[in-house]
């Protein structure tokens, strides 16, 4: 299957105006309308007639990519396409694209329910939220869709009953309108696994929730599989439901999911912290369950035809939900390996019709993005072209567009200039004469591969790899291992996310094997070859990407190679150095951000991991912890309790970041007040601050610290100043620990990547 690029529609039909001429490169947009009329467009809509031709066989499609591939604007695309209401500006829409030229029958034909589950933000969700925020975002879908075609039906709290009253609706209105022809109905689930992704990153009592309740989706199901199946006379599912004890237990014998088997579906499981907690039906479950039903319906419905087309990460979320084997998961044929994501021709077109790159810079701008960008291969082998992240392209032409300073960055990296640039120093005029790699001239410019948007996942894949190295036995050099094998039977069977850190092998694969599946899905391996016995693939070969080599992978490892220390050693031993030791590991980590937050979220995702390997639950860390409920409501940042013997160490963080200090103020020339921004950045330099000195660095007048000594005000505040209200502020809060046999205090001042670790309480 071939997919032309396509980034200004030719051929229009009589009476249509032309588009304009003047292109942007939209990377934060995910509109089909608005990429048509204002944007470069990769031509992609041949996909629609591969899932057309095929519609008798697969009506339920399912399409997984890394984040920021394109999986939303291909959504968008369908919905223009199929929706019956379009029909007047589908040729404007869609004329010059090469599905235009091959119409399909089912062009303007269906109602479209678009459940844009991507538009749910990240959060620290609870189970109870997550799955409310999917009913809620399903639900609203739902009212858009019964207001746009004019429906009548009941939006209930649950998503699947309001989707069921929705086709009920669309069968109501074909019998009953006679202007109304279109009988068929197309579902859009896009990014479906947002909010499994997310609460896979909480505490551990919320994902071993979460586990609980999938797991009573999953027993539920086969208990009503056997039940099914046993009702038609097949033997062996009778022998089965008599005999499984695992299923037994499940549908008889679990008192946590009796209550939710028999048809209630909120009953009570025991958390981590041995608390009885609600238990929840999955709604992504309940979704799907609802589409498989309906689907095989539909006709008593009185419509025409079901179709669904989903997009997301990976397919463990899928897995979990467990019901919806009519889906058939495309990801990994090579005939859609090339649907989402840039060829080299896309590439070199679009930097063609850019506006700022000239002839000569072209071909080495293209090279340069092949570097970095070019190393995406899904299931495919050697056999189908690499592509470019497509966002990350996207995103370097819009700069290079409307940037001067990253196209004056951009000349300079690539040695010749861009149109409206500054003039070339005479370092890069000797580049271009030397004819050296563009690559080895400098480090590209933060815009350039900003990953803000492109690893929104990547702490996930970073936090079960921490929890998994605490308890392996192989390294991260196998991990990494450049054509490392993966069985290719793995992807037939979608593991769920309990079995990700099972010390036990599931369907015969290994659990580092599951791993690498997992960051294939997220963009971080990707595949290079595949071995074949007998013309069947039997496995995959995978190595790094590119980008996640040049500025993932390899910190990565480096970061999560250590199992993660036990918090009993600031228990044990609470001194100056080890609460420091321990505190500057979390700089280390998967953490990018160096302030309270940052050091916060480390040591809790730090605590996680050690608690998963250790299965102890006398130690406790908690940060960001509330103090009291009155009117002055204090907080810690760090807490670490030992119940049993009771003690308590209690940290307070500062951060003050380098745009903070008031370079203005300090004596010395300008190469001194350098070496010094040098040492705060934790770079080389020829000066070496001593504690007394960095406390004596002068902070600007718009810096209001949380607290300061009674009597001092806001002016000339040196960085001592912050360190004593910190003081004053954690011996407040110390009063609130009065009764605790042995107590100590420290107060971690980091001025930008400069730490200063002061003791306020020691036993």
């Known amino acids: 299957m071939g997919f032309v690029p396509s980034f200004l529609p030719t051929g229009l039909a009589p009476g249509l105006e032309p588009l304009p001429r003047k292109l942007r490169f939209l990377h934060n947009d995910c509109d089909f309308r608005t990429f048509r009329f204002h944007s470069f467009f990769k031509d992609n809509s041949l996909f629609i007639r591969y899932m057309d031709d095929r519609l008798l066989e697969r009506p339920h499609v399912v399409l997984l990519r890394p984040p920021r591939f394109g999986k939303s604007l291909m959504c968008s695309m369908l919905a223009a396409y199929y929706d019956f209401l379009g029909k007047e500006s589908f040729d404007e829409l869609f004329c010059g694209l090469g599905i235009h030229r091959q119409l399909t029958d089912e062009a303007s034909q269906c109602y479209v329910i678009e459940m844009q589950l991507s538009k749910i933000p990240q959060g620290a969700w609870s189970v109870e939220g997550a799955f409310d925020a999917v009913d809620q975002c399903v639900n609203l879908a739902l009212q858009r ?11 209930v709290h649950d998503c699947a009953t309001t989707l069921e009253n929705a086709v009920t609706a669309v069968g109501q209105a074909t019998h009953n309108d006679e202007y109304v022809s279109s009988n068929k109905m197309f579902i859009i689930i896009d990014e479906y696994d947002r909010v499994a992704n997310s609460i896979m990153s909480q505490e551990a009592s919320v994902v071993g929730l979460y586990h609980a309740v999938v797991k009573k989706d999953r027993d539920t199901a086969r208990v009503l599989a056997d039940e099914e199946t046993a009702v038609q006379g097949d033997d062996k599912s009778v022998a089965a439901s008599q005999g499984d004890d695992k299923i037994v237990t499940a549908a008889q014998g679990d008192d946590n999911n009796v209550t939710a088997a028999e048809g209630d579906d909120r009953g009570t499981v025991d958390a981590a912290d041995g608390k009885a907690q609600p238990l929840f039906v999955s709604p992504i479950r309940r979704l799907y369950s609802a589409i498989k039903e309906l689907s095989a319906n539909r006709l008593k419905l009185n419509v025409q035809s079901i179709r669904s087309f989903t997009t997301g990460i990976s397919p463990v979320a899928l897995a979990d939900a467990s019901l919806f084997n009519v889906g058939t998961n495309i990801t990994a044929l090579p005939e859609v390996s090339a649907v989402l994501g840039f060829t080299a021709a896309d590439v070199e077109a679009a930097i063609e019709v850019s506006t700022v790159v000239p002839e000569p810079c072209r071909k080495p701008l293209l090279e340069l993005m ?13 056999d189908q072209p ?18 001067m300073s990253f196209r004056n960055d951009l000349s300079k990296i690539l040695g010749m200039r861009l149109l409206d640039c500054d003039a070339l120093s005479a370092e890069c005029v000797d580049v271009v004469e030397d004819g050296r790699d563009v690559e080895s001239t400098q480090p590209l410019p933060p815009a350039f591969v900003d990953l803000s948007n492109v690893t929104v996942h990547s702490d996930l894949v970073a936090l079960l790899a921490r929890r998994w190295a605490a308890v392996s036995s192989f390294t991260y050099e196998e991990l990494f291992a450049v054509d490392a094998v993966l069985p290719a039977q793995l992807l037939s069977v979608a593991f769920k996310h309990s079995e990700l850190l099972s010390p036990s092998d599931v369907h015969d694969c290994r659990r580092l094997d599951r791993l690498r599946l997992l960051m294939v899905y997220h963009g971080l391996l990707t595949c290079c070859g595949v071995v074949k016995v007998k013309g069947v693939v039997a496995s995959y070969l995978l190595r790094p990407t590119n980008l996640s080599t040049r500025l993932f992978v390899r910190p990565l490892r480096t970061q999560l190679a250590a199992a993660p220390e036990s918090p009993q050693v600031l228990l044990d031993s609470p001194t100056t150095a080890t609460v420091a030791s321990y505190l500057q590991q979390m700089t280390k980590s998967s953490v990018r951000r160096l302030n309270e937050y940052g050091y916060q979220q480390g040591v809790l995702k730090w605590y996680e991991s050690w608690l998963t390997s250790s299965g102890r639950s006398d130690i406790t860390v908690t940060a960001e912890c509330k103090l009291n409920e009155e009117d002055a409501v204090r907080y810690s940042d760090i807490v670490v309790r030992d119940s049993i013997r009771d003690r308590v160490v209690v940290v307070e963080l500062k951060h003050i970041p380098l745009s903070m200090i008031d370079v203005a103020k300090w004596v010395g020339g300008s190469r001194r007040k350098t070496a010094v921004l040098n040492f705060l950045r934790g770079k080389l330099s020829s000066v070496t601050l001593t504690d007394e000195a960095l406390l ?38 110390l009063e609130l ?13 980091q001025v930008h990547r400069r730490s200063v670790m002061f003791p306020v309480l020691r036993p």
Not at 145 to 155: A, D, H, I, M, N
Not at 371 to 382: A, I, Q, V
Not at 697 to 722: A, E, F, I, M, Q
Request: with cysteine.
């Open 737 to 749: 620990y009065r009764e605790v046999k042995t107590l100590s205090a420290f107060v971690l001042l």
């Open 370 to 382: 092949r570097g970095w960008f070019n190393d995406y291969r899904f299931f495919t082998g050697k």
């Open 386 to 403: 690499s592509l470019f992240h497509p966002m990350l392209c996207m995103m370097t032409l819009s700069n290079a567009q409307i940037d």
């Open 145 to 155: 869709f019964r207001k746009k075609y004019g429906l009548s039906f009941e939006v």
């Open 696 to 733: 004596s660095l002068p902070l600007v007048d718009k810096y209001v610290p949380h607290k300061l000594v009674d009597g001092r005000g806001l002016t000339n505040l040196l960085v001592s100043d912050v360190l004593d209200g910190a003081i004053v502020q954690l011996k407040e809060q």
